[in-house]
C-alpha cells in the first residue's frame, strides 16, 4: 500500500498586533491622558489664579475700608458738638460699611444717630447688631445702650429689665448696676438702690463708678449705726 503523507496542520495562534500596533495605542492612551492631565491643571491654575484674584480684591477692599472708617473716626472726635458734624461722620461710616461690613462701623453709625438726634434710628442699628454678634462683647454694649436709650424715652420698665439682665456682665456690668442704682433713686427706692451698689463695689472694686458706690455704701452703714443707739436710748427709758 502506498504510504499517504498527511499533511500537517498549522495551529492557529490569536492574532497579535505588530510592534507599530503597540506603539500607536500606548501613544494614543498616552496622549489622552496627557490631555486630561493638561485640563486638570488647567482648571487647578484657573482655580489658584481667581484665588490669588480674590484675595486681592479683599485685600484691595479691607484697605479702603478701613481707611475710610478712620476718616469716619476722625470726622466722629472732631465734631465739636454740631448735629451737621455728626452727620457727616455718619455718612463716613454709612459708605465704609457699604464697602466691608463691619461691626466698629456699625457701632460708631448709632453713636452717630444718637449725637445728631435720631434715637430711633440708632436703636435700629444696635439692635442689627445684637441679632448679628449675639454673644460678644459688642452685643452686650449695644443693649447697654439700647437700655440707656430707653431711659432717655422715659421707658422705665424696658431698660429696668435690660440693665437687670446685664448686671452680671463683665464688660458692662458696672455700668449696668451704676444706672440701676440712678433709675431706683428716681423712684425712690432706696432699698434697692443700696443693694445695686453693694453688688457694683463688691463685684467691679476696679470700676470708675466703684468709689461712689462704696462711698454710699459706708454713708448707709454709718447713718444705720448713728439710728441705733437712740432706738436702744429711746427703748430703756421707756422702760424705766
Do not use: C
Not at 200 to 210: D, I, N, T
Request: aromatic share 6%; net charge negative; glycine share 4%.
Amino acid at each position: 500500500m502506498p504510504y499517504t503523507i498527511k499533511k500537517r496542520v498549522k495551529k492557529s495562534t490569536p492574532e497579535t498586533p505588530d510592534i507599530e500596533e503597540v506603539r500607536s495605542l500606548f501613544s494614543k492612551v498616552f496622549e489622552e491622558r496627557r490631555q486630561a492631565v493638561l485640563g486638570a491643571l488647567g482648571v487647578i491654575a484657573v482655580i489658584a489664579i481667581l484665588g490669588v484674584a480674590l484675595t486681592v480684591y479683599r485685600s484691595g477692599r479691607v484697605k479702603e475700608s478701613t481707611s475710610m472708617e478712620n476718616q469716619a473716626l476722625t470726622a466722629f472726635y472732631e465734631a465739636s458738638g454740631s448735629p451737621e458734624e455728626y452727620e457727616r461722620a455718619l455718612e463716613l461710616f454709612q459708605k465704609a460699611d457699604e464697602v466691608r461690613s463691619s461691626a466698629l462701623a456699625q457701632v460708631y453709625m448709632a453713636e452717630s444717630y444718637v449725637k445728631s438726634g435720631q434715637p430711633a434710628r440708632a436703636q435700629e442699628v444696635y439692635e442689627k447688631l445684637v441679632a448679628r454678634e449675639p454673644d460678644t462683647p459688642l452685643a452686650s454694649a449695644a443693649r447697654l445702650k439700647m437700655a440707656l436709650l430707653a431711659v432717655g424715652d422715659g421707658n422705665r420698665e424696658e431698660a429696668l429689665q435690660e440693665l437687670t439682665a446685664l448686671r452680671k456682665d463683665t464688660l458692662v456690668g458696672d455700668t449696668a448696676l451704676y444706672h440701676l442704682s440712678l433709675i431706683y433713686e428716681e423712684t425712690g427706692q432706696s432699698d434697692n438702690k443700696l443693694e445695686v451698689l453693694k453688688s457694683l463695689a463688691a463685684q467691679f472694686p476696679k470700676s470708675p463708678w466703684a468709689p461712689e458706690a462704696i462711698r454710699y455704701v459706708e454713708e448707709s452703714s454709718e447713718a444705720e449705726a448713728d439710728t441705733a443707739p437712740e432706738e436702744d436710748v429711746g427703748e430703756e427709758s421707756s422702760g424705766q
